[in-house]
């Protein structure tokens, strides 16, 4: 028990397992009004895109995280706040942005250094105090948000048609949750590395639908699941020396099948 | 001065014409029913009406309070969404809230009203992906009548409903007008539309039929509903 203990005597460690608590948190939070409104895909074609502008950052020799945040940001609200339109957002010119995304930025990194394969792989335990710090604020702001405006993230997620037919206010929390989207994505991508990120977003959320059958309670459980399996990936990936983001994602992917499996 | 004026209106989807040409009024307490085959624009019309859809020529005027209580034509993934009743039901009166965070002191009542007046307080615990279709579209009425009780519109409420479970859901609506709620329905069960409905709006793909029900069965699309089609 020391012995497991004692791994979290390094300062890296540390912040690894604080700043990836507050992203697993925050993206299980976001995962399952994505997975309801059926925009899975999207998640996965922002960390794309998040891959495309960290290439073109790092070879512009720009910071690739305030480049790719507003980058991410932008592509965010413009696919998920965009007014309903079913027929101008298929899945096609999703998946059309993400792939255009990955060739960008594979030819923008083009005999550059490692920085871009950190991104695409993720190092979790080369994240930096500034960036634990950022983790946190947005885990506190993404938590808050879901506390106060619960009903509202339901509305919109159940039933965007009569949220609006009835004048509810829901421009500002659809914003919302497109803009913490954007940059949950973006922080993850350097815990998890951009190949995984999106896991991240589906499968607590996945594994919660299977055994709660009312929005509070898979919100809850998506979130405790996320943070359980991120802390027992990072603990089994440090004693086996494996990679910390694949572990993470080994584990939700564990914790689901075996919930899928003892469901009714 | 009519609850409803639509004058000259014109709907469309990416310059694609669905309606055109639409005039009709409405006075408060009127239940209108719109019948006409799929794909005539029925719901298109229902979406302009709740501001939904922008005209693109014409104009759809309310008169003063225009917060309707709408019953969307369900959809797939709707059917088993994990929420429970209470959940879903509650949402309607996030209307009232305008910008307020937290809940009005009325709303707790106006859910339990809700509740009673549809016949499910029983089911307010239990997940709504596991009600039957009929149960689910009380609830839905039930959040409807949350976000308002002077006008409700509804978009096909008995699909995929069985006939006998269509038939009570048609009597709870009609029993709804009892405390002068408007009512808007599109429906394709033409028989309770004849026995209930006080005006009938009848869209073809090139022309309309508006007018009162008695008037609808003496006209060619009325008895041509049994046959054939207007236009
Ligand atoms: N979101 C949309 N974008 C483009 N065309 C649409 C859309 N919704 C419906 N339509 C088209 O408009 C026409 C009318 O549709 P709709 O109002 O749903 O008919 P109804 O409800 O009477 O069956 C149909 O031809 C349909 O294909
Ligand atoms: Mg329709």
């Known amino acids: 028990m020391t012995e497991f203990f004692s791994m979290f005597g390094y300062s890296f460690m540390q912040r690894a397992l604080i700043a990836g608590i507050a992203v697993s948190l925050c993206a299980a939070l976001l995962g399952v009004s994505l997975v309801l409104r059926r925009y899975a895909m999207i998640g996965d074609g922002l960390s794309h895109v998040a891959f495309g502008a960290v290439s073109v950052a790092t070879a512009l020799h720009l910071s690739p995280l305030w480049v790719a945040v507003p980058v991410v940001m932008l592509t965010a609200v413009l696919l998920l706040s965009a007014r309903e339109n079913n027929h101008t957002r298929g899945d096609a010119s999703v998946a059309m942005l993400s792939t255009a995304s990955l060739a960008i930025g594979v030819l923008a990194m083009a005999g550059k250094n490692t920085d871009v394969y950190s991104y695409m792989f993720g190092s979790i335990l080369a994240v930096r105090a500034e960036e634990m710090w950022l983790c946190l604020l947005l885990g506190a702001a993404v938590l808050v948000f879901f506390l106060l405006f619960r009903d509202r993230i339901l509305s919109l997620t159940f039933d965007e048609g009569f949220a609006r037919a009835t004048g509810q206010r829901i421009g500002g929390i659809r914003l919302a949750l497109a803009i913490f989207t954007a940059v949950t994505i973006v922080l993850g991508m350097r815990l998890m590395g951009t190949l995984l990120i999106s896991a991240l977003v589906l499968f607590p959320a996945m594994s919660a639908m299977q055994i709660c059958r009312r929005f509070g309670s898979v919100l809850c459980a998506a979130g405790i699941i996320s943070v359980l399996c991120f802390i027992a990936g990072l603990c089994i990936s440090y004693q086996f020396d494996l990679a910390p983001g694949a572990t993470v994602v080994a584990a939700n992917l564990t914790v689901y099948t075996i919930l899928r499996l003892v469901r009714r | ?231």
Not at chain 2, 77 to 100: H, I, M, W, Y
Not at chain 2, 124 to 148: D, F, I, T, W
Not at chain 2, 213 to 226: I, K, V
């Open chain 2, 1 to 231: 001065m009519p609850l409803l004026t639509v004058r000259n209106l014109a709907l469309a989807y990416d310059g694609r014409c669905v309606i055109e040409h639409l005039n009709f009024t409405l006075e408060p307490g009127d239940y209108l029913c719109i019948v006409g085959e799929n794909g005539s624009g029925k719901s298109t019309l229902l979406h302009g009406l709740l501001s939904l859809l922008p005209p693109t020529q014409g104009e759809i005027l309310w008169d003063k309070c225009k917060e309707p209580a709408y019953l969307p034509q369900q959809t797939k993934q709707q059917r088993d969404f994990p929420a429970s009743v209470e959940e879903v039901v509650r949402t309607g009166c996030l209307n009232r809230r305008k910008l307020r965070i937290f809940p009005l002191p009325d709303e707790h009542e106006r859910v339990e009203a809700n509740l009673r007046r549809f016949g499910i307080e029983s089911l307010r615990r239990r997940p709504y992906a596991e009600l039957s279709g009929g149960q689910q579209q009380r609830v839905l009425l039930a959040r409807a009548l949350c976000a308002s009780d002077k006008i409700l519109l509804l978009d096909e409420p008995t699909a995929g409903l069985d006939p006998l479970v269509s038939a009570e859901l048609y009597r709870l609506i009609d029993s709804l007008r009892d405390g002068g709620l408007t009512v808007i329905m599109v429906t394709h069960d033409l028989a309770p539309a004849l026995s209930s409905a006080s005006h009938i709006l009848h869209l073809g793909h090139k022309s309309y039929w508006f007018g009162t029900t008695e008037d609808y069965l003496q006209s060619p699309a009325g008895c041509g509903f049994a046959g054939g089609t207007i236009s």
